[in-house]
T-cell receptor, first 115, second 112 residues
Framework: KAGVTQTPRYLIKTRGQQVTLSCSPI?????VSWYQQTPGQGLQFLFE???????NKGNFPGRFSGRQFSNSRSEMNVSTLELGDSALYLC??????????????FGEGSRLTVL | SQQGEEDPQALSIQEGENATMNCSYK?????LQWYRQNSGRGLVHLIL?????REKHSGRLRVTLDTSKKSSSLLITASRAADTASYFC????????????FGEGTQLTVNP
């Protein structure tokens, strides 16, 4: 079974630009969540999607958005990039729904550098 | 959401020794999970322990959970250089969904 695939793995942008990151979950997983990891703030939850609906959202500005498609693939977008957006963006998929939160399967991440 | 706090922040041991990491949290949980992250990579799920369980084993891993003290520990026995990584705990509430809240983790270094 293929794991969680994130693209691109590395990218460099300049301030003010926007970026779109993609995540393909494990086949059969309907929940996709996104995390930002920086040296200063650690791992922070961005949002979670299930069946194309956003179920949970972290404390990030509106510049951070996401969506999920009918095949469970997800994208996240960051507009008007700032230097502080430089981070490792991790996507995770899960089969669990409802009350029982099972394990998350993480991708290798997309390393974004904003210059 | 519920955040776990890992302790110690850093741990350095020799190959073959055991490594123990602790996690504390503040409110009632449904289950607690441990993850490992090698530098710059994604997180890997290690083990899940439910609130009605006290101890769980998986290979060289042993996890305990004390809900009265709101704490958990992860023991890695006979450590190897390949165990060098950051370790995170994630206490899960019923309503968390996939919203896990991580602490700063324990950075484990196993010296050959």
């Amino acid at each position: 079974k293929a794991g969680v695939t994130q693209t691109p793995r590395y990218l460099i942008k300049t301030r003010g630009q926007q970026v779109t990151l993609s995540c393909s979950p494990i086949s059969g997983h309907r929940s996709v969540s996104w995390y930002q990891q920086t040296p200063g703030q650690g791992l922070q939850f961005l949002f979670e999607y299930f069946s194309e609906t956003q179920r949970n959202k972290g404390n990030f500005p509106g510049r951070f958005s996401g969506r999920q498609f009918s095949n469970s693939r997800s994208e996240m977008n960051v507009s008007t990039l700032e230097l502080g957006d430089s981070a490792l963006y991790l996507c995770a998929s899960s089969f669990s729904v409802g009350r029982d939160t099972g394990e998350l399967f993480f991708g290798e991440g997309s390393r974004l550098t904003v210059l | 959401s519920q955040q776990g706090e890992e302790d110690p922040q850093a741990l350095s041991i020799q190959e073959g020794e055991n490594a123990t990491m602790n996690c504390s949290y503040k409110t009632s949980i449904n289950n607690l999970q441990w993850y490992r992250q090698n530098s710059g990579r994604g997180l890997v799920h290690l083990i899940l322990i439910r609130s009605n369980e006290r101890e769980k084993h998986s290979g060289r891993l042993r996890v305990t959970l004390d809900t009265s003290k709101k704490s958990s520990s992860l023991l890695i026995t006979a450590s190897r250089a390949a165990d060098t990584a950051s370790y995170f705990c994630a206490p899960i509430l019923l309503t968390s969904g996939s919203r896990l809240t991580f602490g700063e983790g324990t950075q484990l270094t196993v010296n050959p």
